[in-house]
């Protein structure tokens, strides 16, 4: 059964705005399963997947609210970090999370990261439990590097952007919608390793209607986009190839915070004015649990 929403009745953007926000009081820990997947061509199955459990605690604070991110039970392609690579991401997370932050009642970050210093403990245990398992030059090199970064606290809250799980958690989802309830809007999404989250302009709408599972939807759809080299399979492609990124939104109706997110990115090329051949695609996919 659907309903409508209360704070959608009338038709001031404004008095929508104002309605329109995150109601934290009482919320309790929320767990998330994620799950981001990497595919080929009109492949069923992945050929890279991560999947991790998530956990979001918040707390009263002077500022807005304090937000604390858990990550564990990190898996690379089903199955426990096994390989050097894996068991050093495995470290890095460890040390990382949890990971504070303070937000407000749009949910924007009104601070960077406020736990530096336990952070930085974390990893100095984590980096002997490295030492002592594994020694050599990458071993050092690896040590280097995020010796370097974790000092830092505003490194710490920029190596955050390339997290697909914090982009799509922050994209802004509370705004003055129009009469429609569509507003033009950019999501900005990590896509490429190591490099800065990519900027895809779009329109988002929100539903107003409560789903039967208790939640309001808010679906975001980009245009098409030209697709950088470094997405297309062997980075080499003579014609141009696209990209459009679609993300859909669920939250709770009591307190507008996230229950589940999904987002799809489709790499394609032309095949005429009406077909489209699929090169890839990326599907993050975020379960209340």
């Not at 953007?13 to 994620?34: A, C, E, H, P």
């Not at 302009?201 to 098409?224: C, H, L, R």
Request: charged share 25%; net charge neutral.
């Amino acid at each position: 059964m659907i309903k409508q929403i209360n704070s959608f009745s009338g038709v001031n953007s404004v008095y929508k705005r104002k309605l329109f926000i995150s109601n934290l009081t009482g919320l309790s820990d929320r767990s998330y399963g994620v799950s981001v997947k990497y595919y080929k061509g009109t492949a069923a199955d992945p050929f890279k997947r991560i999947d991790y459990e998530a956990t979001i605690r918040l707390a009263e604070h002077q500022q807005g609210w304090l937000m604390r991110l858990e990550k564990k039970d990190l898996f690379f392609n089903r199955h426990e970090p096994d390989t050097v690579s894996e068991r050093f991401a495995d470290l890095v997370s460890r040390s990382l999370y949890p990971v504070e932050t303070v937000i407000d009642g749009w949910g924007t970050q009104v601070t960077g990261i406020v736990n530096h210093e336990a952070i930085i403990k974390r990893w100095h245990e984590n980096r002997q439990e490295l030492l002592d398992k594994y020694s050599g030059p990458v071993a050092d090199d690896f040590i280097t590097v995020v010796d370097q970064r974790i000092k830092s606290s505003a490194v710490i809250q920029r190596s955050m952007s390339y997290d697909l799980f914090w982009n799509l958690f922050f994209h802004p989802k509370y705004m003055a919608y129009t009469e429609t309830y569509i507003q033009p809007v950019a999501l900005y999404l990590s896509v490429i390793p190591y490099k800065a989250p990519v900027r895809f302009p779009g329109t988002q709408k929100i539903i107003p209607q409560i789903t039967d599972y208790g939640s309001i939807m808010v679906q975001f759809v980009s245009e098409a986009l030209e697709a950088p080299q470094e997405l297309l399979p062997g980075h080499q492609k003579e014609t141009p190839c696209y990209m459009q990124l679609t993300a859909d939104f669920d939250l709770d109706k009591e307190h507008h915070f996230a229950m589940h997110t999904r987002a799809l990115l489709e790499i394609y090329e032309k095949a005429g004015r009406y077909t489209t051949v699929p090169l890839q695609k990326i599907e993050f996919t975020m379960y209340q649990l």
